[in-house]
């Protein structure tokens, strides 16, 4: 039953409306976990726009962004009249020296205590960025497969649902490996769209194959030629995304439409993330930065899209031909030897 859980605050088996599935995330306004990454924000004017453009839900963003406490956490969304959507944990899962199991129940623990409903997980390297891209050993891969289906099942049993982020910069990023999550484990994937076209996979070609693997989607629109620049290793993701690699939905080069349209017409039934990763140079009073304009272009994007499955957009083939794109970037060697 695809994205069942996602439904904010419908009934079981009930689908909300398009236009109230739409979410935000502080990523949009700058703030990231990444160390250096740019000027960050305070959670008090962030919140402050998300509410004032229209956003009703968001995801928590990086840990000390919002309060510790789960209560605390929804006092505070909820003073912005916000709802907890989910939280992006990255976690290493391909390492048998390490159990990611104690920070995934710790995050789930606090995501049901808030009443959010997902935990999106990429698999992390253990350094700090999303700049390099290594490649695992075969026994690498068992582990984090295996580490995939105890997380999997542990959201379940908390009455959540646990999606892996195809990321760049990760262990899962490009198009390959993405495929062998899929075949190899019973995890869901949160479908980002801009992560998956920068690692080498289109992702209206994916939300159609693999309608019921997808519990969540972040809605990136990016600029190709800056997307190929990073497949070549001509410029890092993060000077990429400095650069303006990711715009508002529907002036990149991604068919979001035609993905939209696919998912609903597949059932689908979870939230929309609005995400446009941003590094801001300063202040938005010194800079003249204004991430809550992109944001509002985005919702209204969103909100002039036919809200019925099976509705009329233009032709559904993607922008961005997957062939413009490698598949590969910097990886390691594959296999035990």
């Not at 479908?191 to 080498?200: E, F, K, R, S």
Request: hydrophobic share 40%; with cysteine.
């Amino acid at each position: 039953m695809t994205g069942a859980i996602g439904n904010p605050g419908m009934a079981p088996h009930v689908r909300a409306p398009l236009v109230d599935r739409i979410a935000g995330a502080p990523i949009s306004w700058g703030v990231c976990e990444v160390p250096d990454w740019g000027y960050q924000l305070g959670m008090d004017p962030v919140l402050s726009q998300m509410s004032e453009i229209g956003l009703t839900a968001t995801e928590f963003g990086p840990e000390g962004f919002l309060p510790e406490t789960p209560t605390d956490r929804v006092q505070v969304l909820s003073a912005a009249g916000l709802r907890a959507v989910g939280q992006f944990v990255p976690l290493v899962l391909h390492d048998p020296e390490l159990d990611p199991l104690a920070e995934a129940e710790a995050a789930l623990a606090g995501l049901a205590a808030a009443r959010a409903s997902v935990l999106v997980i990429a698999a992390a390297t253990g350094a700090d960025g999303y700049d390099e891209h290594p490649g695992l050993t075969d026994a690498q891969w068992s582990t984090l497969l295996l580490n995939l289906d105890r997380i999997a099942d542990t959201a379940s049993a908390h009455g959540l649902i646990a999606t892996l982020h195809p990321h760049v910069g990760t262990v899962v990023e490009t198009g390959e490996e993405t495929e062998r999550v899929l075949a190899g484990s019973r995890m869901a994937l949160c479908l980002d769209t801009g992560h998956l076209l920068i690692g080498g996979t289109d992702p209206v070609a994916l939300a159609r194959t693999h309608p019921e693997r997808i519990q969540h989607v972040h809605l990136k629109d990016v600029r190709a030629n800056l997307a190929r620049e990073v497949q070549e290793g001509r410029r890092t993701y993060t000077e990429a995304v400095a650069a303006g690699m990711y715009v508002p939905l529907g002036t990149g080069d991604i068919d979001i439409a035609a993905l939209v349209e696919s998912l609903e017409s597949s059932g689908y039934a979870g939230w929309y993330v609005l995400e446009q990763d941003t590094v801001l140079g300063g202040s938005p009073s010194e800079t003249g930065a204004d991430p809550a304009a992109d944001v509002r272009a985005s919702i209204e994007f969103i909100r002039n899209l036919p809200n019925r499955p099976g509705g009329s957009v233009r032709d559904a083939s993607p922008t961005v031909q997957l062939g413009e794109f490698g598949t590969h970037r910097g990886m390691g060697v594959e296999g035990d030897g």
